[in-house]
T-cell receptor, first 114, second 114 residues
Framework: DTAVSQTPKYLVTQMGNDKSIKCEQNLGHDTMYWYKQDSKKFLKIMFSYNNKELIINETVPNRFSPKSPDKAHLNLHINSLELGDSAVYFC?????????????FGPGTRLTVT | AQTVTQSQPEMSVQEAETVTLSCTYDTSESDYYLFWYKQPPSRQMILVIRQEAYKQQNATENRFSVNFQKAAKSFSLKISDSQLGDAAMYFCAYRSFGGNKLVFGAGTILRVKS
């Protein structure tokens, strides 16, 4: 069973469109994240949710809106897509309060905006 | 704010040889976690090894070991007996104790020659 899954894995869309990326984890973790990896492979945190509550929002444009319907899911909705949004988006999860604090990553979603 | 620096954009190693990837970080905190993640061409982020800052003993996972120098804020990764499957981008990452987000370095591409 896949621990952290994302759909879709590839997404090609035009500027101005609205799209969503879904993430699900079956690890029983209480914290989930979205990271963005740009064309230079640089990885940066975007959002973090703990038990459905937003705890990190790293100066991301408000066109990006995360939604956590329950602690196993964290979706990312992007409005009015721009060329600069092209990147790989990774979902991750972790269990807070454990000594390891490891984050488990999904396979990534490659978003291409044309 | 914490920063992580990987000064080697690219490294090469001969199969069966040993290679060391460098990582330095900047923080004013005394408790934190450090990680090395591997990203092969499949783009999946795979945790290689982790180190708790309060532990003086360097972490080891099979062929992978770290040299953690807390005073120097250095956290290098040594890969022994390099294999073709080790070829990937390697990211060093920092996480505050009690914090949530990972702060990544820019990555080092490791090429393994047969």
């Amino acid at each position: 069973d896949t621990a952290v899954s994302q759909t879709p894995k590839y997404l090609v869309t035009q500027m101005g469109n609205d799209k969503s990326i879904k993430c699900e984890q079956n690890l029983g973790h209480d914290t989930m994240y979205w990271y963005k990896q740009d064309s230079k492979k640089f990885l940066k945190i975007m959002f973090s949710y703990n038990n459905k509550e937003l705890i990190i929002n790293e100066t991301v444009p408000n066109r990006f809106s995360p939604k956590s319907p329950d602690k196993a899911h964290l979706n990312l909705h992007i409005n009015s897509l721009e060329l600069g949004d092209s990147a790989v988006y990774f979902c991750a999860s972790s269990q807070e309060g454990t000594s390891a604090y490891e984050q488990y990553f999904g396979p990534g979603t490659r978003l291409t905006v044309t | 704010a914490q920063t992580v620096t990987q000064s080697q954009p690219e490294m090469s190693v001969q199969e069966a040889e040993t290679v060391t990837l460098s990582c330095t970080y900047d923080t004013s905190e005394s408790d934190y976690y450090l990680f090395w993640y591997k990203q092969p061409p499949s783009r999946q982020m795979i945790l290689v090894i982790r180190q708790e800052a309060y532990k003086q003993q360097n972490a080891t996972e099979n062929r992978f070991s770290v040299n953690f120098q807390k005073a120097a804020k250095s956290f290098s990764l040594k890969i022994s007996d390099s294999q073709l499957g080790d070829a990937a981008m390697y990211f060093c990452a920092y996480r505050s104790f009690g914090g949530n987000k990972l702060v990544f370095g820019a990555g080092t591409i490791l090429r393994v020659k047969s």
